[in-house]
């Protein structure tokens, strides 16, 4: 995979550095760390309108977060994390990425006891390195949540996020038209809810629709007119051949998602999901994907 082995040192050092600082301020943080892995099928990778341009693919995506978590008060809790992420595909191998990156959560409780609503916000940033560099950027998310259990059983939660991703290459495909197909600005808003089984056992309920930018790969030359007008960016995308172009338009994805995970000891979690995405953009350039997983994660 080609990425800066210094860059992202440099990223992770910085992130552990003040990480460490923050700690030695406060002698009563807990250090944590979580790892999962998945094996997905995306059946649309190329997010695609037309039969001769939707392929898919399995891949394996592992996650580790690492930080502090402090207990500022009874109603008040600060979490600092590192996050390292990587993807890797089966066949289209352009996919392949690592991504390094940071999250601060802050977290108020409106009460004391199981049931008191809570809200919280959170930041984060993290930089994209793909084996292919059309893909290269750097993603940020500013989020608030809010939450609340109302029952043994249940517990619901919402966010409300704000998300840019940016883009290194911006060169032009078309006279005119901006190169940075995979520069994109999105609101999303997630609802979840949570029914607990036993305590071991919990099934997700989930639902996200998100708005704004829409990035959709034509591998074959697609019917005359139907970007006209309606196009925002274009580049190249040679993981999908050498006349492929991603194009970037206005869109809104509904997604719908259910998982049911178990406890296997302490702290390993097995977990079945699936995800089915709906996506209208403008223009009639509509498109569908479903993305079932199995999931395995470890945490101290």
Not at 79 to 94: C, I, S
Not at 176 to 182: L, R
Not at 209 to 238: C, F, N, Y
Not at 241 to 253: H, K, P, R, V
């Amino acid at each position: 995979m080609m990425y800066s082995k210094t860059r992202c040192s440099k990223i992770i050092s910085f992130i552990f550095i003040v990480l460490s600082i923050i700690a030695q301020e406060n002698a009563h943080a807990e250090s944590f760390m979580n790892f999962e892995t998945k094996l997905k099928h995306d059946d649309n990778l190329t997010n695609a309108k037309f039969s001769s341009d939707i392929v898919g693919d399995s891949l394996v995506s592992a996650v580790v977060n690492a930080g502090y978590y402090w207990q500022l008060s009874d109603y008040n809790s600060l979490r600092a994390q590192a996050d390292l992420a990587a993807e890797v595909y089966n066949t289209y191998h352009g996919l392949n990425n690592v991504s390094l990156g940071g999250t601060v959560f802050l977290k108020h409780k409106w009460g004391l006891g199981l049931y008191e609503p809570w809200t919280a916000v959170s930041l984060s940033a993290a930089r994209l390195q793909y084996n292919q560099e059309v893909r290269d950027g750097w993603q940020y998310q500013a989020q608030i949540s809010a939450g609340k259990r109302i029952s043994e059983h249940w517990d619901l939660w919402a966010d409300l996020a704000l998300q840019k991703r940016t883009a290194d290459k911006t060169t032009e495909v078309d006279p005119g038209v901006s190169g940075a197909a995979f520069d994109t600005f999105n609101t999303a808003l997630k609802l979840d809810a949570i029914y607990a089984f036993d305590d071991k056992t919990f099934l997700t309920l989930g639902y996200q629709l998100r708005h704004g930018d829409v990035v959709s790969t034509t591998i074959q030359e697609a019917p005359s007119g139907t970007w006209d007008g309606i196009v925002k960016a274009v580049a190249l995308d040679p993981t999908f051949g050498a006349d492929a172009e991603a194009y970037t338009i206005n869109g809104a994805t509904q997604t719908f998602g259910v998982s049911i995970n178990t406890a296997i000891t302490t702290n390993v979690q097995l977990g079945l999901e699936y995800q089915r995405y709906i996506t209208h953009g403008s223009g009639g350039i509509n498109y569908y994907k479903s993305m079932p997983a199995v999931s395995f994660s470890y945490g101290f």
